[in-house]
């Protein structure tokens, strides 16, 4: 557990953070170079639509270790 002030974060929570952090620059990064001057859609639409897969990702992410860490700690009782 890592205490930031008087926030406590467990592993789920702070790796969530980062994976969402690094998905994000990801994003964004990927939506400029996905951008050509003959294509309609503006850059912004294709930052929406990139952040938002970052986003699911990071709630499928964020379920799927919160089971993992809920059965861990099941099987040690």
Do not use: D
């Not at 929570?13 to 969402?20: G, H, K, Q, T």
């Not at 897969?53 to 099941?74: D, E, K, P, S």
């Amino acid at each position: 557990m890592i205490q930031i002030g008087r926030y406590k974060f467990g592993f789920a929570p702070l790796s969530m953070i980062v994976v969402f952090i690094v998905l994000s620059v990801c994003a964004i990064v990927a939506a400029f170079h996905q951008t050509r001057p003959e294509w309609s859609m503006p850059v912004s639409y294709s930052i929406i639509i990139n952040e938002g897969m970052a986003l699911l990702t990071t709630l499928v992410y964020g379920i799927f270790v919160h089971f993992t860490i809920a059965i861990i700690n099941r099987l040690r009782k």
